[in-house]
């Protein structure tokens, strides 16, 4: 009975342990024990192989943001007219530079005839009360005139200066020169001066044309300091800030990069499209550039100096493990012994990656910046 018992029992075990699965040992696709890997130079070289060292890079968050080139309010110009008149002639053409004060156009109005007269007979009238208020101020001070007498010349006076002077703004407003009036130059035709320098961008009128008061005549602008009016996502408004870094392009010339800084930060959010507009400075100098040009940028926000590696240098897998390789340089076989090391990545931006190491690496350390790819292959290789 005894051995009936043991029989049956080791019959049990028998069956359960062929019901049992096979224990298969799992590792990663590169294990501790294929962590090495050894070349000589001249393979390096055939796999392009190169190496350097952890850098120190000014990295930041970036935000992307398309606009495109405006100018600012003062670089733009609508010439109009302050008198309404017939236009007599043309001194520009579309295209055509000009300088602040250059004569624009020329227009004509009778009311220019009555200015300048009126001028002339406010200007001989101070003259007058001028003199007969010096002569009565001097009786007075001798008691030879009343008060009455004094403050009556005084007050005529007051009148003479104000008529006059309204007479003088006048004529400055129009441009027409005081003291070519004086001489007796009385003009028909009145000269229409730019405002600022710039080019003529639009022409608005034609020869013989009346120009209303209301009328833009032409548009100039002043291309000389144009910037960009970015669109940013309410969303990412809280990272900007004036003074940050932009780099943008064109995008009539993707292959050309340039420098800018946020220069104001809008403070309204655009219905469409939920944005927010923020202008940025151009800091280089950049020829040809137009308003209305579309941009692309990207915003550096919270720039600091911190630890990189080129984008190259680093292999990712399923964005949990994250390693390179190093290297100590030729040993005393005349190879280099190339050893893997995990890192964290962060920031990203110029082809350049932060970098937070596990563990620290020797002093004297090179590290793969390219070819990394293969040095992983052949360490697979050794895994079969």
């Not at 959010?269 to 040809?288: C, K, L």
Request: hydrophobic share 40%.
């Amino acid at each position: 009975m005894e051995k009936r018992i043991i029989f049956i029992g080791l019959i049990t075990l028998l069956a359960y342990s062929c019901s049992q699965p096979e224990q298969i040992e799992t590792k990663d696709t590169l294990s501790e024990n294929a962590n090495t890997i050894s070349f000589s130079k001249s393979v390096m070289d055939k796999n392009h192989i190169t190496l350097g060292h952890i850098e120190q890079k000014t990295l930041s968050k970036d935000i992307s943001a398309r606009g495109q080139v405006v100018l600012l309010p003062e670089k733009m110009a609508d010439v109009s007219v302050l008198m309404g008149g017939t236009l007599q002639s043309f001194k520009i053409a579309r295209g055509q530079k000009v300088n602040k004060g250059d004569v624009l156009a020329t227009y004509s109005n009778p009311e220019f005839i009555n200015i300048q007269q009126q001028y002339l007979i406010n200007k001989a009238e101070l003259d007058m009360k001028t003199m007969d208020f010096n002569r009565q101020r001097e009786l007075w001070e001798q008691q030879v005139k009343s008060d009455k007498e004094f403050q009556q010349a005084q007050a005529e006076f007051s009148i003479a200066r104000a008529n006059f002077e309204a007479s003088k703004a006048k004529l400055k407003m129009l441009s027409i020169s005081e003291e070519k009036v004086q001489n007796g130059m009385i003009k028909s035709e009145v000269s229409i001066l730019s405002p600022i320098g710039g080019t003529v961008d639009r022409i608005f009128v034609k020869m013989g044309e009346y120009l209303d008061v209301n009328q833009a005549f032409c548009q100039i602008n002043d291309l000389s300091n144009p910037i960009v009016q970015l669109n940013v996502f309410e969303k990412d408004i809280q990272y900007i800030k004036t003074g940050q870094r932009v780099t943008f392009q064109l995008t009539s010339s993707v292959n050309k990069e340039y420098e800018a800084k946020v220069k104001y930060v809008g403070v309204s959010v655009e219905d469409a499209g939920r944005v927010i507009n923020v202008m940025v400075e151009i800091t280089n100098d950049i020829p040809d550039l137009i308003p209305g040009m579309f941009v692309s940028s990207v915003i550096h926000t919270g720039e600091s100096v911190m630890d990189a590696l080129p984008e190259t240098a680093i292999i990712i897998e399923n964005d949990t493990s994250k390693y390179s390789f190093y290297t100590l340089g030729p040993n005393e076989n005349d190879t280099y012994e190339f050893f893997r090391f995990y890192l964290e990545t962060g920031l990203v931006e110029d082809d350049y990656v932060q970098v937070k190491l596990e563990k620290p690496l020797p002093e004297n350390a090179f590290v793969v910046t390219h070819g990394v790819y293969y040095l992983k292959s052949e360490m697979l290789k050794n895994l079969e």
